[in-house]
């Protein structure tokens, strides 16, 4: 009889090697251990930021719909509910059938889900870069790999560089993700842009995935955010949620949008659905409050946009020596490019550390966003004003000591 030695356990490859904090979280644990307040300019929790929200009994009593107490199953989710999203759009100007939308419980499933309806293992998706850093990681969880194009500065916005995504497109390629409006670049793809990208797609078997969760926040007042559910030329799914919608991330509900060639949608659509049936993850109070909520959606959003463009607004009022601001054209951050002088060997990483451990100040380096451009800093907008200006000021004395 033989001994075999077994094989040791091992975690599938798709599991990051480490779990360990970077540098900037280890320094921020370090000082918060040694009891100091830290002036956080990430903020990114809407139900933390000191805003003013609707009466919390406008928000619970949504939720004592005695539908809720019977559990009734629907893989796309509830009919009323995706009826109130449909409103939802109708009031932005946007006609959505309810039957081209499926719930999930958050945007990040619903990511999921299009991967993996999308691709096999090892296959791409193309991403317009820098964005939301959790997208790649979603990816890898779905063994997925991505590519990138540029989202570039060109004064006075951001640009998705739709010219470069040709040379970045290979045979195993699936799909185009773009966050618009763009975090942290609150870039938007205009109307043009949704045609010049779904020509493309169309043309070379591609879906389209466009997420829109920051699209009720213009930064100004006098423009809109152009959805994509109106995309019909090539396969198109739009992810959207109320963790920004109605600022209820932990309401845990989100959805996806189908728009597209017919047979490509009906087909999509049945497998969506054939997928969530496997999960029917968003739950049924939630889903029943959701019509209610949305009645109060400009009570939730006023006080945001407010903030937002407060904060905006001081940014751009402020003498920008050593620093220009990279104006967003909307959504909850604003990137600001530290000026360098020639031979600088500051980094952003350099320059976030520094602000973290002199003046007590967080903000988020570039790199976590994969910016190509050095010395960009991301400020959330959604930090309270008078925090906002103390950070900024600190921020601009960091600078100048470090320069
Ligand atoms: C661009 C973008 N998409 C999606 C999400 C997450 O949405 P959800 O909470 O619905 O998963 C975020 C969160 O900040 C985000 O920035």
């Known amino acids: 009889m033989s001994i075999m030695s077994p094989c040791p356990f091992r975690f599938a490859i798709r599991m990051p090697s480490d779990h360990k904090p970077n540098q900037l979280t280890q320094s921020l644990r370090h000082i918060r251990s040694q009891g100091h307040e830290i002036l956080d300019l990430t903020v990114s929790n809407p139900t933390r930021c000191g805003l003013e929200r609707p009466d919390p ?20 989710g509830d009919a009323t509910a995706r009826a109130g999203i449909a409103d939802y759009y109708l009031r932005r100007g946007y006609t959505v059938d309810p039957d081209d939308l499926v719930l999930t419980s958050s945007t990040s499933e619903a990511y999921s889900m299009v991967f993996r ?50 040379a970045s497109i290979r045979p195993t390629t699936r799909a185009i993700v773009c966050v618009s409006p763009n975090n942290p670049t609150g870039s938007v793809l205009s109307d043009a842009d949704y045609q010049h990208i779904s020509g493309y797609c169309a043309d070379h078997s591609l879906a389209l995935i466009v ?23 090539c396969l198109t799914f739009t992810l ?5 919608v109605l600022a209820l991330p932990q309401a ?25 049936d496997h999960y029917l993850s968003p739950n049924a109070f939630t889903i029943n409050a959701m019509p209610a909520w949305f009645r109060h959606s400009a009570d939730f959003q006023t006080p945001i946009l407010r903030r937002l463009r407060n904060n905006l607004q001081y940014l751009s009022s402020i003498d920008q020596r050593g620093f220009r601001l990279l104006r967003p054209d909307a959504g909850w951050y604003a ?17 976030c550390l520094h602000l973290l451990e002199n003046y007590h100040t967080l903000v988020h380096p570039g790199f976590f966003f994969d910016f190509e451009t050095p010395g960009i800093l991301v400020l959330s907008l959604l930090t309270p004003e008078e925090s906002f200006a103390r950070g900024v000021s600190n921020l601009l004395q960091s600078i100048a000591s470090l320069l």
């Open 117 to 166: 309806l999308l691709c096999d293992p090892y296959d791409r998706i193309l991403l317009a870069s820098p964005t939301y850093p959790l997208i790649h990681e979603l990816a890898e969880l779905n063994d997925i790999k991505t590519d990138t194009f540029p989202i570039r500065w060109i004064s006075p916005h951001w640009r998705n560089e739709l010219p470069a995504i040709p």
């Open 57 to 76: 009994s406008s928000i619970l009593d949504a939720l004592k719909d005695t539908k809720s107490l019977t559990y009734a199953p629907v893989s796309k």
């Open 335 to 351: 990137c600001l490019q530290v000026l360098c002088p020639p031979g600088s060997t500051q980094t952003d990483e350099s320059i």
């Open 252 to 276: 845990k509900l989100s959805w996806i949008h189908v728009s597209g060639p017919d047979h490509l949608k009906v087909k999509a659509l049945e497998h969506l659905e054939h997928m969530a």
């Open 211 to 233: 997420d829109e969760v920051f699209a009720d926040y213009p930064l100004d007042p006098s423009s809109r955010v152009p959805s994509s559910v109106s995309n019909s030329g």
């Open 240 to 244: 959207n949620g109320l963790s920004k």
